[in-house]
Each structure stands twice: as structure tokens, then as C-alpha cells.
């Protein structure tokens, strides 16, 4: 049993400390005053557990740290359980022992990850977790007669809790996330899941079809490609044949055109040297008169310079005999006689000698002057005559030059000549000039021409009969079928592609409708385990729930039999859906309707402590109703009382039970026999408790 509860900046009591005895201790005072507080303080020292927000919250308003101390008796021992918060959310713990006046710590903090655990060792101690305690031992406010006033299907849900039903859910939950786990891990690995048998199948029956469908389309199309591609080799097989025609052909036409291009040089070529012969016959025409005068030009040449140069010395004769009269004239000049006397010697001269007359000299010296005139004439006239002889000994000499240059000798070379360029004339004429024209014609023009003349005649020979147009056409229908025997080979490939993914996907729709099945199996036998095992409505939970409905119904009716009411025995039976309550007396079945409130409080304790007795007897043999005369008429409020009174009296163990009770109702414990009352007041300091 609880022997103390002690408050430290808890919540809203700064300072309180209360004691315990065995029996119903009540806790009275208006709403807000704390009484409730006192719950929080047991469930946070013994396993850090609370109804608030946070931990921090427990800290009263206004103080750095909180703590809250119980101390509990088991079977004799003492032991104590504080917990500390400060401001920062730290916590601290400690679980002892107390012999005599030591302290023996059992356990401190929650290091859990070192199995280091103060709650832990106190649910050891106790026998009690939270979540039990709060089904087994606290009753909230209300609950009390919710129990027999609730309908079927809650009373079924309370005792699921009860139980532990929930926690099938849990593991029913868990259950199906381990098969959509495993689902999804074979869906990972295979690509499908067992859901997806049905779906496969007609994926398969679909490919098969298709597979069927397709091999003899493709049998068709693979045999229609053989046939066009036998007619295409020996379609190519002729082409072989004749392709080397059409290079001959095309070489005949280059030979016709090389042949023309030839001729037409070679014909350019003699046209050239036809003018070249025409030019030299032109050149030499006249050449050999010329050439004959020569030596006779030369002869004459001969006596023109001969006569030329005689008449320069008679010039030159005729010149000097002027000079010598013209200086005589001069000396004639001053020889004048005066008085017939000579102006040398004064002589007596009669006469003058004429070589000393002017006169006679002046007559001589135009006589000189009109000779030299006349031989100067002379000489022109030969120079003139020479001139005309050695131009044309030049010309003489020039024809020579020109048939020594053009290799001429005689007239005879001329002469042939000139029949060599009538000939090349006539011969020239008669070519014809064109492609089509007499190609055997057109080769007479030399060695060379008949030469590519006959090699054109061995080509027309070898592609004699060669049609250019049937082959082009026949090389057209080769490409066609070609090209026919190309798309018959990609529908091939696309159906023959069709065919390998449609097998392919077969083998892996075969294999995974193989392993599915297995899958299947097993995801069904987990299924059969959530649905028979872990399903609230299953064999299990129905077992259970027989198993604890039938263990609550022995116990309360236990208590029923030690209270002073007319119910001996209560069952409790599960139809499909609900739990409902039977109350027997000694010889009849009674309706929950027709019990009176004091009866109907019993049948409610009654079944709370036989569900505590359900989940493992508390050490602590503790039960805490909050506010249970909620909604109770005062009739059902005393007899409240009453129970509470004769059940902390009863012994459930070797220790008697302890009620802890938090109500405003504190009139109806008046005159009670319960051990203690507590009052609980608000004020600004927080709450003050004080003893009734």
C-alpha cells in the first residue's frame, strides 16, 4: 500500500506531504484545488508518466525544479520513489529501499541502453506497468458506473483493453506489414506479387495467343521472302552477265568519241600544216627568178661602183683644179697692171699670161664649176642605178634565204609540195566530221585512227545485241524485290521480336506465377494466422476473451458474496458483437435495471477488481476512483460509502485493500468510517492541504 505521497513545486503544490493507512482515504475540495495533482505524483515517481503536456509543465509556476516522493509497503518492506525535473527538462530518479533508517538505492535513472532502468525495476516490484495500473488501480472520473451502464459493444472494447486485445491489433497491424513488406520484397525481386496471379494469367493466355498467332505469319512471310529472294539471284545472276556490256558500251562510246576527237586533232593538225605549206608555196613563189638575176645584178653592181668611183675621182679632179684656179684668182686679183707694168717686178709687161687673168680664171673656173654639176649628175645617176640593182639583189638574195629556209632546192620541191596540200585538201574534204557519221571513213585518216577503228568494231561485237533500256529495267525490278525482301525482313524481325519478348515474358509470367504460388501459400497461411490469431474477432481473442470474462465473473462474484446485497453471482457472456452483464441471486436472474443504486455501485467495484485481478494482482493493492459520485443521485452516493467501507475491510491478500477516493462531495463521507479525509484548497501560495 501507499504509506506517503510528497509534493515539491509539483504541479501546484509547493509544499505537501500526506499519509496513508490502510482503508478509503478521501481527497475533498473544490475543482482546481489539486486534488487530482495527487494522481500525476503517484504515476510520475513510480514510472515518469503523467497526464500533462509536458514534463516541464509539472514544474509549479515561478520554482527552477519540481520532485515528487512516494513511499509503498510490500509485504512488509518499505521502499520509496523520488523524481526530480528541473527547468532545462532534466530529470533524475532514484528507487530505494528503507531498512530502518537507510536508504539502499535499487535503482537510478532510465540509462535503458545500459539496462540501466528505475521504472523497470519498479514494475518488477509492484507487479504492475503503467498501462495496467491505469486499467487496474485508477478509475478516472465517470468511469465507475460506465462499466455497467455502457453499452454492450464498449463494455466488449473496455475489455479488449482490458486484455490486451489492442495489442492483437497491434500485432495484427504488424502482421500486415510484414506481408506488405513481404509483398513488396517480392514484388522487388519478381516484379509481381501474389495479388497479381489473376492478372498474370491473362497476361500469359494473352501472350501464348499472340505466340501462337505469330509463328505461322511469320512461317508465311519467311517463305514469300525466300521465293522473291530466289527470283532476285537469278534476276542478279543475269546482271552479272550483262553488267560487263554496259561497261563496253560505255567504253564503245568513249572509243566513238575518242576516235572523232582524234580525227578531229589530226584533221586540225594537217590543216595546219596544209597552211604552212600554202604559206611557203607563197613564200617561194617568184623566188627562182629572183635567185637567177642574181649574178648578173652582181656584175652590174660591180661596173656601177666601178663607174661611181670614177666619176668621184673626176669630182675630186674637178674640185681641186677650182681650188687651185680660186687661190690663182685671188693672186690674179692683185696682179693687175698698172701702166702695162707688172706690180712684182715693174716690169714692162704688154700681156698677162691668162693663168694670171681674172677674167680667163673666172671663165675656167665656171667652166671647172658646170663640169663637176654634170659629173655630180653623173654620180647620182649610178647611185640611183645601184640602189635599184642592189635592191634587187637583195631580193635576189632574199628568195634565196627563203628557199634555203623552207628547204626548197628546185622547182620540183615546190611542186610536190603544192601536190602534197591539193592532196591533204581532198582528203580532208571527204571525213566526216560527226559521231555518226562513217566511222570507217573517219579511221582512214592514219595508222592511229584505224587502230581505235578497230577496237570499236571489237566492241560493238561484244555488247551486239545489249539492250541498255531492258537492262535498266531489269537492274528496276531487282531493286524492287529488293526492297520488297527488305520489309518482308523487318516484319519478320518485328514479328520474330514478338515471338522472343512473347517467350521471354512467358518464361518470366511462367516462373513468377510458379514462385507466386508458393507466395501465395504462404502470404495465406499469415493470413489465416492474423485472421485466427491476431484478429480482435477471432479464435484467439474469442478464447481470450471467454478465458477473462469467465476469470472477472469468478472474482466479482467473489466480492459480490462478501457484500451485504441479494446479487450472489454475475456472469459476463460475449455474443457476436457485444459482452453483456447477468446478475443472479439465489434463484433468479436480475435485470441491471431493476438493481438499486447501492447494488449497482457493488456489481461495478465487484467487476473492477476482478478485472484488476485479471491483469495481476498489485502489490500495492491500490485502487484510486476520481470523482466517482459523478452523475450518482445521493441515494447511490451512500451506498457508494457503504461499499467502499465494507471492501476496505475485506482482505484480498495478506494486506488489506487501500481506496484512495477524489471528490467534491464531502458531505456524503460524513459519519463514515473511512479512515482520512483531506482538504484541498486553492491559494496564492498553491494548494494547502489540510486534515479532517
Known sequence: MITSIELGNFLAHSDTKLEFENGVTVFVGDNGAGKSSIIDAITFALFGKHTRKSNKSLIKRGSNEGFTKIGFSINDKQYEAV????SKGNLSAKFSEIIGNDRIELAAGERKQFGESMTHEIEKTIGLDFEKLKIASIVQQGELNAIINAKPKEFKELLNAIIGIDKLDVASESMKMVNKAFREKIKEKIGFDDTDIEKLLRDLEIYQNETKEAKPEKNHLESKQEKLQNEVDELRKKIEVETPKIDKVNQLELRKKELLAYVKEAIHEIQHEINENESKIHDCEGCFEHVNLKEDLESKIQKVDQAINDTLKKIQELTNQTVSLKEKQLLASKLQLKDNKCPVCDSHVEKLNPLFQEEHIKQEIMSLKEKTISKEKERDVYNQK?????DKLQNSRDAEATLRAH???NKED?????????????NIQKIPLDVNGNLLEISQ???HARTIFENILKLEIETSGFNEQEFSNLKKVVNEKQANISQLDQQIGAISEKISKGEKQINIIQSAISELKIVKEYITSLDEIQTNIFSRDGPVATSLRSWA???ISSKASEYLSLLNTKIQRILLSEKIRDVTITCYSKNEVLELESLSGGEKVSVALALRLGMA??????????????EPTTHLDAERKKSLVGVLSQLSKISNSETPMQFLIITHDAEIFEDSTVERIYRF???EQGSKVTTL
Open 549 to 551: 470474462l469467465n476469470t
Open 445 to 447: 585518216i592514219d595508222s
Open 386 to 390: 645601184r640602189k635599184e640593182f642592189s
Open 681 to 683: 484548497e486553492s491559494s
Open 414 to 426: 615546190l611542186k610536190k609540195i603544192q601536190e602534197d596540200v591539193e592532196t591533204k585538201k581532198q
Open 83 to 86: 523524481r526530480k525535473i528541473d
Open 613 to 626: 485481478n485479471l491483469l495481476g494482482t498489485s502489490n500495492l493493492n491500490l485502487m484510486i476512483l476520481d
Open 407 to 409: 628547204s626548197i632546192k
